[in-house]
């Protein structure tokens, strides 16, 4: 028998991954990226939302997707397009693409949250979607940084970071614990995402975008150093 909370969240994101094959064959020609960039584009959106489904029967208790999660696939579509510019030779206009993609999915981020505590729809699942999303678009935005000589590849550090946080938990089981949700860790990710597309902006040239980007990582290893020592006074 089908399990409606998996095909209540299957629908949707399989109606994101087609909008987001729409949006990345009507922007290919602009920026020059032809049938591979909507390719790519399609595998990240796929992919993502692929990993996130396949927990969602555990996670997503409620037998509506709801508005809220809708609104997040929207926004790994949105991470999508610019992930797909990684390698890709777009130039100025894929710049700026990136800079709009993102600035879009971060003003997006917080009305998810929002719309699942109106609805009452609120769950775990939702969560950990929210927050996969921002971890993708930090990593995208800083290998884009990086690839565009905006910053040296220390600038890597502010995506990677949290997925190697999470590699040092499956070692010392005291780091796997589940983290407090801080105001400080809120920042601290808004903090990532404003640097990095501050520093990806084609009217930020180095060493100013480094400077930027510097200041970003800085802070993130100072709220990860925060969170890893009150793990370990658990």
């Not at 990345?24 to 909507?38: D, F, S």
């Not at 501050?198 to 975008?209: D, H, K, N, R, W």
Request: charged share 15%.
């Amino acid at each position: 028998m089908r399990d409606p909370r998996r095909y209540n969240v299957a629908v949707p994101t399989t109606l994101g991954i087609l909008g987001t094959a729409a949006s990345a064959a009507l922007v290919a020609p602009w920026i020059g990226g032809g049938v591979g960039y909507a390719v790519s584009a399609v595998v990240i959106d796929a992919a993502t939302l692929a990993v996130l489904v396949g927990i969602a029967g555990r996670q997503h208790p409620h037998a509506r997707f709801g508005a809220a999660n809708g609104v997040t696939t929207a926004r790994v579509g949105l991470v999508a397009l610019a992930g797909a510019l990684i390698g890709l030779d777009a130039g100025r206009r894929g710049l700026w693409m990136a800079v709009v993609l993102a600035s879009v999915a971060a003003g997006l981020d917080g009305l998810d949250g929002w719309l699942a505590r109106r609805a009452g729809l609120a769950s775990e699942f939702g969560a950990r979607f929210d927050m996969e999303t921002d971890a993708l678009l930090i990593l995208v935005l800083s290998i884009l940084v990086w690839q565009h000589d905006k910053a040296g590849a220390w600038v890597l550090g502010c995506g990677l970071m949290r997925y190697a946080f999470m590699a040092a938990g499956l070692v010392l089981p005291s780091l796997a614990r589940p983290l407090r949700s801080t105001r400080r860790g809120k920042t601290v990710a808004v903090v990532q995402v404003v640097g990095l597309t501050v520093a990806l902006a084609p009217i930020v040239s180095a060493p100013l975008s480094a400077v930027v980007a510097a200041v970003a990582l800085a802070a993130l290893v100072w709220s990860f150093a925060v969170d890893t020592l009150w793990l370990v006074r658990q």
